[in-house]
């Protein structure tokens, strides 16, 4: 049993992992590669039998800005055995290197399926709480967002500078992480990312039947009310996949999603308790 990372650039490694992925999750990061948008943030820690990758445990440095205060923050993710290897204690050989490699962070967190809710309070995890936004809006005018094609280099270049602007719209922000956007903006919400000229402001959201999910704003010095307001009058409802700055007008739940269940460990986690806050919706890995 051998435990490697940092492997990316090595092509047979790296189809490795994908083809473990694809036979698990059905995602393949081989697109999200050659785009360059897998960094140094991603790092698979893979054990190799015979040259090949049976189990595996990335982890994906997602430093947040909470509150106005930088915390260095890693999240753990794509966990998985080949079938004929499981049951052989290597998910917890992995984590336990892992966590040798972590000690410099403020916290670590992670999405678990309810098959192994048991499993990771085991490596000193607890169950966390995350909460949700959302308000009904009674908008009028025309909708002046325009959707930005996100197969052509240029237009993913100008996304990339707008998230280096950033946008003062949320108190829990992941930066310096533009590949994690990106593995969502190039590919699976490649639709859904939008910009508006007269905001000069982008938006990356998701909308059906009135229902305006918004993922994350960047760019520009526009108030969030306005960069709604920018996506006209069909929208009627409004759910925010971030913690926003200015809480007043929305209606806070508790985030709840089937089968997928919020671990937290270090200090950092209590201000999402105590303020009421969430993992970015695009900072999920």
Same mark, same amino acid.
């Given at each position: ?17 994908? /083809? ?42 997602? /430093? ?144 059906? /039947? ?76």
């Amino acid at each position: 049993m051998e435990i490697i990372s940092h492997y990316r650039q090595r092509d047979e490694l790296r189809k490795s992992f994908n /083809d473990l992925a694809e036979e698990t999750f059905g995602l393949n990061f081989e697109n999200w590669y050659r785009m360059g948008y897998w960094g140094e943030n991603y790092t698979p820690y893979s054990i190799l039998e015979d040259g090949e990758v049976v189990a595996n445990v990335s982890v994906n440095r997602t /430093d947040l800005v909470i509150c106005g205060e930088k915390k260095r923050i890693y999240q753990l993710g794509t966990v998985m055995t080949k079938r004929e290897y499981r049951n052989r204690g290597y998910i917890r050989a992995i984590m336990a290197e892992i966590e040798k490699q972590l000690s410099d962070g403020d916290g670590v967190y992670l999405f678990a399926n309810d098959e192994v809710l048991e499993f990771y309070p085991k490596f000193g995890f607890c169950r966390g709480t995350e909460y949700e936004y959302f308000r009904a809006v009674e908008q009028t005018g025309p909708c002046r967002m325009e959707k930005v094609p996100m197969d052509r280099a240029e237009n993913r270049a100008r996304l990339e500078a707008a998230i280096a602007s950033g946008a003062a719209v949320s108190d829990c922000d992941m930066v310096d992480n533009p590949g994690l956007i990106f593995f969502y903006a190039a590919q699976f919400l490649c639709e859904c990312v939008y910009y508006c000229r007269e905001l000069d402001v982008w938006a990356i959201a998701e909308q059906e /039947d009135g229902a305006l999910l918004l993922h994350a704003v960047f760019g520009g010095k526009a108030s969030l009310n306005a960069v709604i307001e920018a996506f006209g009058a069909s929208v009627r409802q409004v759910s925010l996949g971030f913690s926003p700055a200015e809480k007043s007008g929305w209606k806070c739940r508790v985030l709840r999603e089937e089968d997928c269940t919020f671990f937290i460990k270090g200090a950092v986690f209590d201000a999402f308790a105590e303020k009421k806050l969430r993992i970015p919706s695009l900072a999920h890995a």
